[in-house]
């Protein structure tokens, strides 16, 4: 990977090369040929190279520049992305926190529930009216028995 200093030093030297486009021009040379500048103001020293070289020189005055301004912008872009990936990872923490909460809460509900049922159905038990009835007291106790409790679950006093 390049890093940024090595990116700058890149830049630096595009800068400083001649201006593109370049040409590629047979050399008198029999297989070679010369790198040139298609601007006539500046002058290219001729270069004796084979046509592969010739066509990598040619194109990098181009790709070079390109090339530096992709992995700029895939940068960026890397820097937006873990950056928005950060954020959404604080809400996932947010949201399972909220979660964790949820269901603390609905336990404890839960339990209460359950605690109650359990009181309803010892008050919705008749069986326990009978110590009352033998009384001869009139309570809400004894005048209810334990109807209110089994209406509460469902009409039923066991289960």
């Known amino acids: 990977m390049i ?3 090595q990116l700058n030093a890149i830049k630096e ?17 029999e297989g070679r040929f010369n790198a040139a500048s298609a601007d006539e103001n500046y002058d290219l020293p001729a270069c004796l190279m084979g ?11 181009e790709d070079v520049p390109a090339l530096v301004a992709e992995v ?3 940068r960026g872009m890397l820097r937006d992305t873990r950056k928005i990936v950060r954020q959404k990872v604080n809400e996932i923490k947010t949201l399972q926190n909220a979660c964790r909460n949820h269901k603390a809460k609905q336990e404890a509900l839960v339990t209460g529930n359950e605690q109650l049922r359990e009181t309803l159905c010892f008050y919705g038990d008749l069986s326990k009216y009978v110590i009352i009835a ?4 009139e309570t809400d106790l004894a005048v209810d ?12 006093a066991h289960e």
Do not use: C
């Open 72 to 74: 700029e912008y895939l």
């Open 3 to 5: 890093n940024q200093e």
């Open 134 to 137: 033998h009384m001869n007291k």
């Open 145 to 156: 028995l334990g109807e209110k409790a089994r209406q509460a679950l469902g009409g039923k």
């Open 51 to 61: 046509i592969e070289d010739a066509e990598f020189v040619t194109h990098s005055r």
């Open 13 to 29: 030297r595009v800068a400083k090369a001649t201006p593109g486009p370049w040409l590629v021009e047979e050399s008198r040379y």
